[in-house]
């Protein structure tokens, strides 16, 4: 009697080569952007090593100072205005992102991703670590880091709009919001290991908590140009249907309509994969592609919420709970384990009804009272604390999550593109970019604000986050329109 095979083994042999390689991109893809996001991750650990309260620290005996209070600061942060300073270089990495994504989706539309990632991996890797080289070299201009951060925020625009477009060449519309929920993880894990790695040395040499992050990046770079497969096409398999073939016939029927059975009958087929020869869309092009104005405008208000959290969490942490630096970072990680849930939550519900823009706005609607009430009560005991960072990660989290992976792919293989599919890194790239200005405002108002007191930088991030819900008001009453058609059209019938 033959015997079954091993559990293990029939999971194998079901899954088909198109499941194998959809499955090896996802993973690379994911690997990649996770290390985008973890060498963005140690400046925020940093900072509160930069500038501390030195009557804490035991100081060497055989030291010679001249002020007990700023003694163990790193010059220049060793100032009253040392949180413009740390200002001054979260922008100079966040608006030199901000400009560079508008023009790296039309050169990722233009050039081979997986050279094109590679590059800009490589280099991200060499800035991140002349970061901390500044450490070792006993560096104390600020111009220095500065420069360092705008060529890096640079570099970093490399990554988005290509794994974007290179996840959408593989995956359909099906279960998109589910799929790339899970994918989109890669920020939350990548801020993740960010903060546990600079954690690590942040508090001995805090160099290292860029130059092993840099490393890191670096080495995914040489990984990527080894292994990334850019479209299915290139290996014999199957390229995936953006739009199920009712959707076609319904927007532009094959035949007239005096010639439906033979409509009927083609649209049972499987439709033959044409080689795509398509321009890539100009820049006022995708602008015009509906939803891509509103869900832009709606993810520079999110993403200002989220990078705010991103930059100033431990720092906030560090003053309001009087955590130490390596505490406040790890603490800090509870913000995006709750955004990893949140996008999970966002891409399931939205893919079951189909609502992208009222899955976000009812995020967003209800992360501003959270927000007010993780200001307020937030530090009262370890409990809370770790409970309200966790629900405020995925609210806050969630939408950002949703916009910039499965909306951003649906827009980009929009029915209106004609089937033009070498729009998605221009999407992309649009969507993210303009969510990368409010990237860059919500930590340079934060450090303008917080020397007023946290509760009015708290304020600001709720303004945002209203602002963010109303842009999305259209899109929303256009969804729930679509879904009370049917039952209004047949109470007419009635």
């Given at each position: 009697?033959?015997?079954?095979?091993?559990?293990?083994?029939?999971?194998?042999?079901?899954?088909?080569r198109?499941?194998?390689?959809r499955?090896?991109i996802?993973?690379?893809t994911?690997?990649?952007?996770?290390a985008?996001?973890?060498?963005?991750?140690p400046?925020?650990?940093?900072?509160s090593?930069l500038h501390?309260n030195?009557?804490?620290?035991?100081?060497?005996?055989d030291?010679?100072?001249t002020?007990n209070d700023?003694?163990?600061?790193w010059v220049?942060f060793?100032?009253?205005?040392?949180q413009?300073l740390?200002?001054?270089?979260d922008?100079?990495?966040?608006v030199?992102?901000a400009i560079?994504?508008?023009f790296s989706g039309?050169f990722?539309?233009r050039?081979?991703?997986?050279?094109?990632l590679s590059?800009g991996?490589?280099?991200s890797?060499?800035?991140t670590c002349l970061?901390g080289?500044g450490y070792?070299w006993e560096i104390?201009s600020?111009?220095?880091?500065?420069f360092i951060?705008v060529?890096n925020?640079?570099?970093q625009?490399t990554g988005w709009?290509a794994v974007?477009?290179c996840?959408g060449?593989w995956?359909?519309?099906g279960k998109r919001?589910?799929?790339?929920g899970?994918w989109n993880?890669?920020?939350s894990?990548?801020?993740?290991?960010?903060s546990?790695?600079?954690?690590?040395?942040?508090?001995?040499?805090?160099?290292?908590?860029?130059?092993v992050?840099?490393i890191?990046?670096?080495?995914?770079g040489?990984?990527c140009?080894f292994f990334?497969?850019?479209k299915?096409?290139d290996?014999?398999?199957?390229?995936p249907q953006?739009?199920n073939v009712q959707?076609?016939n319904?927007t532009?029927?094959?035949l007239?309509?005096?010639?439906?059975?033979i409509?009927?009958?083609?649209?049972t087929?499987?439709?033959?994969i044409v080689?795509?020869?398509?321009k890539a869309i100009?820049?006022c092009g995708?602008?015009r592609i509906p939803?891509v104005?509103?869900?832009?405008?709606?993810l520079?208000f999110a993403?200002?919420?989220?990078?705010t959290?991103l930059?100033w969490?431990?720092?906030?942490i560090s003053?309001?709970a009087?955590?130490?630096a390596?505490e406040?970072g790890?603490m800090s990680t509870?913000?995006?384990v709750g955004?990893?849930?949140g996008?999970i939550?966002?891409?399931l519900v939205s893919?079951?009804?189909?609502?992208?823009?009222?899955?976000?706005?009812?995020?967003?609607?209800?992360?501003?009272?959270?927000?007010?009430?993780?200001n307020?009560?937030?530090?009262k005991s370890?409990g809370?604390?770790?409970?309200m960072?966790?629900?405020?990660?995925?609210?806050v989290?969630?939408?950002?999550?949703?916009?910039?992976t499965a909306?951003?792919a649906d827009?980009?293989?929009?029915e209106?593109l004609?089937?033009?599919?070498?729009?998605l890194s221009?999407?992309?790239?649009?969507i993210d970019?303009?969510g990368?200005?409010?990237?860059?405002?919500?930590p340079?108002?934060?450090g303008l604000i917080?020397p007023?007191g946290w509760?009015?930088?708290?304020?600001?991030?709720?303004?945002a986050?209203?602002l963010?819900?109303?842009?999305?008001s259209?899109?929303?009453y256009?969804?729930?329109k679509g879904?009370c058609?049917?039952?209004l059209r047949?109470?007419?019938e009635?």
């Amino acid at each position: 009697m033959k015997s079954p095979l091993a559990p293990g083994i029939q999971v194998v042999t079901s899954l088909s080569r198109d499941s194998w390689y959809r499955g090896f991109i996802l993973f690379l893809t994911f690997l990649f952007y996770t290390a985008y996001h973890l060498s963005r991750k140690p400046i925020s650990i940093v900072k509160s090593e930069l500038h501390k309260n030195c009557s804490t620290v035991i100081r060497p005996v055989d030291l010679n100072i001249t002020d007990n209070d700023t003694w163990c600061d790193w010059v220049p942060f060793d100032q009253d205005n040392y949180q413009t300073l740390f200002g001054v270089l979260d922008n100079s990495f966040l608006v030199a992102y901000a400009i560079g994504m508008f023009f790296s989706g039309i050169f990722g539309e233009r050039l081979p991703l997986r050279y094109y990632l590679s590059v800009g991996m490589l280099l991200s890797g060499v800035f991140t670590c002349l970061f901390g080289l500044g450490y070792y070299w006993e560096i104390h201009s600020l111009w220095y880091y500065a420069f360092i951060q705008v060529m890096n925020g640079l570099m970093q625009t490399t990554g988005w709009p290509a794994v974007v477009a290179c996840v959408g060449n593989w995956f359909g519309k099906g279960k998109r919001g589910f799929i790339m929920g899970v994918w989109n993880s890669h920020t939350s894990v990548g801020n993740i290991l960010g903060s546990l790695i600079a954690g690590v040395f942040v508090s001995s040499a805090w160099g290292m908590s860029f130059i092993v992050p840099g490393i890191i990046i670096a080495s995914t770079g040489i990984l990527c140009f080894f292994f990334l497969v850019e479209k299915p096409e290139d290996v014999n398999c199957t390229p995936p249907q953006y739009h199920n073939v009712q959707e076609i016939n319904e927007t532009e029927p094959l035949l007239p309509n005096g010639n439906q059975s033979i409509n009927r009958s083609i649209s049972t087929e499987t439709p033959e994969i044409v080689e795509d020869h398509s321009k890539a869309i100009s820049f006022c092009g995708a602008l015009r592609i509906p939803g891509v104005v509103e869900f832009s405008l709606c993810l520079m208000f999110a993403k200002l919420v989220s990078y705010t959290f991103l930059y100033w969490l431990p720092l906030y942490i560090s003053n309001v709970a009087h955590f130490k630096a390596k505490e406040a970072g790890d603490m800090s990680t509870l913000f995006d384990v709750g955004g990893i849930v949140g996008g999970i939550m966002a891409g399931l519900v939205s893919d079951f009804t189909g609502g992208r823009a009222s899955t976000c706005y009812v995020m967003l609607i209800a992360a501003a009272p959270m927000l007010f009430l993780y200001n307020y009560i937030g530090q009262k005991s370890l409990g809370i604390t770790i409970g309200m960072l966790l629900v405020c990660g995925a609210l806050v989290n969630g939408p950002y999550a949703l916009i910039t992976t499965a909306v951003s792919a649906d827009l980009g293989t929009h029915e209106s593109l004609r089937g033009n599919s070498r729009a998605l890194s221009t999407v992309s790239a649009i969507i993210d970019g303009t969510g990368s200005i409010g990237a860059a405002l919500g930590p340079l108002l934060a450090g303008l604000i917080s020397p007023t007191g946290w509760n009015n930088v708290f304020y600001m991030l709720i303004a945002a986050d209203v602002l963010a819900c109303l842009l999305l008001s259209r899109l929303v009453y256009k969804e729930i329109k679509g879904w009370c058609g049917p039952r209004l059209r047949g109470f007419k019938e009635v």
